[in-house]
């Protein structure tokens, strides 16, 4: 019987979520690679089974129960029993809350934390059932607060409150649940920041990056690094926390 983990990263197709699938499939998971549409994740699983790891493409809304279900049940069905979730699945609708509509609310609420709730909860019998686990949730160092980002905010500290809760309840049965809070990083997400305050993505680095201690942004790598930390069989008594991956100290 095959002793290889398997491991769910939600929003997969590029970003943050492509990168921490990359690197669980180089630390040795067979990775499903989730996102809304199956077709986007096929650069992301041919570059992990290209490097000679395992993974496949998975279609599904977080946000929408019976779907995640699915999905689930085609991850344990064609690559095993998931005991590593990453719930990275995200989306932006900025705005002043003046000028937010409720739908704008709701969107960033349902595939953040209704998503992160869905994936968690299809997924955590097979932890319980394997007596080990491995949840890692992103925040955002938006979670501190951050101008037009109301809903975004909200969702973002959200997920620390579900991760250290998920941490509290799951603990005895080897699971833990950590939260990741990037800073600035460098993906499709933030240069469609850029765009909507209509600044040339490369000035918009710069500006960041001068604020930032380390002297430059992030790269979906450093989000990848520290995700690997926390899925390792070593990091088993790390649960709960939350670390701000943002080139300098956030409180
Ligand atoms: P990204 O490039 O926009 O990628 C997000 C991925 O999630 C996209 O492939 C998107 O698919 C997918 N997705 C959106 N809604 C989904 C749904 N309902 N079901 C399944 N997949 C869905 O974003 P990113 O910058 O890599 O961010 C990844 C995570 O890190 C997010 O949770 C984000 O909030 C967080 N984060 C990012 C930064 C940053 O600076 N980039 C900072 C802090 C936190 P589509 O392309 O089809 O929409």
């Known amino acids: 019987m095959s002793t290889q983990k398997t491991a769910i990263v939600t929003g997969a197709a590029r970003g943050i979520g492509a990168a921490v699938a990359k690197r669980l499939a180089d630390d040795g998971l067979a990775v499903a ?5 199956a077709d986007a994740c096929a650069d992301t699983v041919k570059a992990i089974t290209d490097a000679g790891g395992k993974a496949i493409a998975v279609g599904a809304d977080v946000a929408d129960e019976a779907s995640v279900n699915a999905a689930v049940e085609k991850v344990v069905a064609e690559l095993g ?51 080990w686990g491995r949840i890692v949730n992103l925040s955002s160092t938006s979670a501190l607060g951050n101008r037009g980002q109301v809903n975004y905010s909200a969702a973002k500290a959200g997920m620390q409150g579900f991760t250290k809760t998920l941490a509290i309840e ?21 240069a469609a920041t850029a765009e909507r ?31 690997s930390f926390f899925i390792s069989e070593g990091a088993g008594f790390v649960s709960g926390q939350v670390v701000y991956v943002a080139g300098g100290p956030k409180d």
Do not use: C
């Not at 799951?170 to 933030?190: D, K, Q, S």
């Not at 990056?209 to 989000?223: F, K, L, M, T």
């Open 33 to 37: 690679v989730l996102d809304l549409d």
């Open 197 to 227: 305050v209509g600044v040339p993505f490369e000035d918009f680095k710069r500006a960041a990056a001068s604020q930032i201690p380390v002297n430059r942004v992030g790269v979906p790598e450093d989000i990848a690094h520290t995700a």
């Open 81 to 131: 029993k998931p005991t590593v979730v990453v719930n990275n699945a995200g989306i932006t609708r900025d705005n002043l809350l003046f000028k937010m509509t409720v739908d704008d609310w709701d969107a960033v609420m349902a595939v953040h934390l209704r998503g992160a709730f869905n994936v968690t909860k299809a997924a955590q019998k097979y932890m319980v059932e394997a007596e």
């Open 170 to 190: 799951l603990g005895r049965f080897g699971v833990t649940a950590n939260a990741i809070a990037p800073g600035f990083i460098e993906t499709e997400m933030t």
